[in-house]
């Protein structure tokens, strides 16, 4: 096994001489700007169909919020678990070349099917989930399975003494990830809900746009073929590994009581393993303690695609009236800051901490990033706050929500025995100022209503339903009519209206694209969903006398339910406008703070470690431990399942216990970094290759230590 080591060793030293030609006289390698424009389409092709993700789950596929969470993390979780599927796949038998472009294949078709599920036309909703999940599916096994291969694969590109070049490869690469992801969450919200198609929002164009963006990524990828550096596979090293540690965990399990003690427990695997195998063995599981506290991290950041943009549409998207942003478009500002801020602290904060005499290592890096992503969900806290002050909640158990329409002519009082909620009397025609609890001895009870009305008394007998809200009506004859009100905002940031007819003729009126049907005397329409916007000259049409009018009902704002009431005489028409549910007042501006921090957090935790796996991995197992790294997002995505499925939270509070757990990981992680030495695989190979040459078994054993930092005094030991 050894001198099978050894050959691969010579072989890829003689396939580095083979190199890219250099980009315009630099030490950059021409193969390189295919894999960057690769990663770019790629990118564009993933974040672009994950950004309507949400809004597709909930408005097309009509699944409720929590469900749509769920799913969201859990195709996220699946993305990130497959890596280890790509990693396998590349080392063990097809090598990075082949595993990228035969993967691609299958994520190019789970883009088309799940663009081809998106089509209302095909079939109905059960073949719409279906093909969706199949689609998601397909895409997660290419994805992922790409992941780990595509970033070490263009870092094979650079010579073993261009790190600079390499380390700002990777940085380039990071950016044009960023470049696909701020384009295609511009643009893919735009397509899903600007360009109408089969009478409603395009989901097939706005996944359909994605899938092209990955054919074009895998044509582009190959057409570089011939300029590529291709090292073979190194065998099953996955494999390998397990049956090492396995071996090293049975033998000294199994050891005699007098035998020697080793320095390492994987050395017990010695006898039948080589030393390098065992060396790099090492050197992974030492990195991979690291990864243990880093999930937690990426349970927070990739909040972005599902719990902020769910906050996103209860706030006030428009700008001055120049420009309204889609809530999922604000995924956008995630990666245009990227954009920014890698040359900002590649250029600027760190020199500038390094003229501070800080020693910034990148594990340093790493935990500052962990900080910002929580002050990043300490502001999402204090935004969420806020924008559930508009919020109607539903009513816990024994208990409704109650509020008057007064239509008579005259001032009204209302008294509920037992209850006082209603001290003052109801002026006619007033807009409600909210919704009042209302206490119940049981799930449901019927309560006596008293009205005053012009100095006469009235009763009533409702019956009243815990959870539920209520809109009491009465009119000159004190008719007593409950309605149960709808009061959840609209995840798309639709105004809902609905309309009362005072008047005996009745009604059918025209607000946008919708229709509503309102019979006379006092009767009322549906309540329905409409697009934001000042609606001048409504058309309205008395359905007994044919009369046409028109009417001024003004701003229909994001989240907010009307009551308008309709009154006039036969020859003209008027109307009350009544608030009954708070529009969405805090402005999705407030919400740049915290994409401001969490960008940075990114910036020092993401891009230091995929620069920090790459360059603390051996030759032979950087995919491996690059899937490694990607499993720490897969198992963040579980994390988020678990807190925000299982806890049952207010939102507010969910956000702030994901803050505050990311601090105790944070602390945790500073410690273990406290007693990590920095590994150079460059030095393993040196170590080995002097020990072939030499044929001094005995050397090695003396100089195994040495392979590490020698003047760095701390260790890890697993």
């Not at 396939?15 to 690769?38: E, Q």
């Not at 073993?160 to 919200?189: C, D, Q």
């Not at 943009?309 to 009236?321: C, I, V």
């Not at 209520?470 to 609209?490: A, F, M």
Request: proline residues 4%; aromatic residues 10%.
């Amino acid at each position: 096994m050894g001198k099978a080591k050894d050959d691969n060793v010579e072989k890829n030293q003689s396939d580095k001489k083979r190199r890219s030609p250099k980009m315009c006289g630099s030490n950059y390698p021409l193969s390189i700007a295919f894999i960057v424009v690769n990663e770019f389409c790629e990118r564009f092709s993933y974040y672009g169909m994950k950004a309507v993700l949400t809004l597709y789950f909930i408005h097309y596929l009509h699944w409720n919020k929590n469900l749509s969470t769920a799913v969201y993390h859990a195709f996220s979780g699946l993305c990130y678990f497959t890596p280890i599927i790509g990693a396998i796949i590349a080392d063990s038998w097809l090598g990075k070349f082949k595993t990228i472009i035969y993967l691609s294949i299958v994520y190019v078709i789970g883009h088309v099917i799940k663009s081809v599920g998106a089509i209302p036309d095909v079939g109905d909703s059960t073949v719409h989930i279906s093909l969706s999940m199949l689609g998601l599916i397909l895409i997660a096994f290419g994805t992922g399975g790409i992941k780990p291969c595509v970033a070490a694969f263009g870092g094979d590109q650079f010579e073993e003494e261009h790190t600079e070049e390499r380390r700002k490869f990777f940085s380039i690469f990071y950016m044009s990830i960023n470049a696909g992801s701020v384009l295609s969450t511009i643009i893919t919200p735009i397509l899903r809900g600007d360009v109408q198609c089969f009478g409603g929002d395009c989901y097939a164009l706005a996944f359909g746009v994605p899938a092209a963006l990955m054919v074009i990524a895998t044509v582009v990828f190959i057409a570089g073929s011939g300029l590529y550096n291709k090292g073979p596979p190194e065998g099953n090293v996955l494999l390998n590994v397990c049956k090492c540690i396995g071996c090293a965990i049975s033998n000294r399990w199994r050891r005699p009581k007098n035998s020697p003690k080793r320095d390492h427990w994987l050395d017990w695997a010695e006898e039948k393993y080589s030393k390098r195998l065992i060396q790099e063995i090492k050197m992974v599981l030492r990195v991979l303690v690291l990864y243990i506290p880093l999930p937690m991290f990426w349970a927070l950041f990739d909040q972005q695609g599902s719990r902020w943009t769910l906050q996103a549409t209860r706030m006030n998207m428009d700008f001055g009236g120049s420009f309204v942003i889609k809530p999922d478009q604000m995924q956008m500002l995630n990666a245009l800051l990227i954009l920014v801020f890698i040359p900002i602290f590649d250029m600027g904060v760190y020199p500038l901490i390094g003229l501070c005499r800080i020693k910034l290592t990148p594990l340093r890096k790493m935990a500052a990033g962990m900080i910002l992503a929580a002050l990043a969900f300490c502001a999402a806290t204090v935004v969420e706050v806020n924008v559930i002050k508009t919020v109607v909640e539903t009513p816990p158990a024994k208990q409704c929500l109650l509020q008057v329409l007064n239509l008579a002519d005259r001032d009204v009082s209302v008294h509920i025995p037992g209850h006082n909620i209603f001290p003052d009397p109801i002026k006619s025609y007033d807009e409600p100022s909210g919704y009042t609890n209302l206490p119940l001895d049981d799930a449901h009870q019927i309560l006596t209503v008293d009205i005053t009305h012009n100095g006469a008394n009235h009763q009533c007998h409702l019956n009243f339903t815990q959870h539920n809200v209520y809109s009491l009506i009465l009119d000159n004859r004190i008719t007593c009519k409950l309605v149960e009100d709808s009061y959840t905002k609209s995840e798309a940031g639709e105004a809902f209206v609905r309309f009362i007819n005072t008047r005996t003729d009745s009604m059918n009126i025209s607000v946008g694209s919708k229709q509503f049907q309102v019979p006379g005397n006092y009767g009322t329409s549906l309540s329905l969903g409409v697009e934001r916007g000042v609606y001048k000259n409504v058309e309205c049409i008395s359905l007994d006398t044919l009369m046409i009018y028109k009417t001024d009902l003004g701003l229909f704002d994001f989240g907010a339910y009307y009551t308008v009431i309709l009154r006039g005489d036969p020859n003209s028409l008027t109307h009350n406008k009544m608030v009954d549910v708070q529009p969405n007042n805090i402005h999705i501006a407030w919400q740049i703070p915290q994409y401001v921090l969490i960008t940075a957090g990114e910036v020092m935790f993401s891009i230091t470690g995929l620069e920090f796996s790459y360059s603390q991995a051996p030759a032979s197992m950087k995919s491996v431990l690059q899937a490694g790294w990607l499993l720490t997002v897969a198992f963040g995505n579980v994390i988020v399942l678990i807190v925000a499925e299982g806890a049952g939270m207010e939102q507010w509070t969910e956000f702030l216990l994901f803050a505050a757990l990311l601090v105790a990981v944070s602390i945790i992680f500073s410690i273990m970094s406290y007693f990590y030495t920095y590994a150079d695989p460059d030095q393993l190979n040196k170590l080995f290759n002097e020990e072939a040459n030499e044929g001094n078994m005995d050397d090695l054993k003396k100089e195994k230590d040495s392979m590490h930092i020698k003047d760095l005094p701390k260790g890890t030991k697993m």
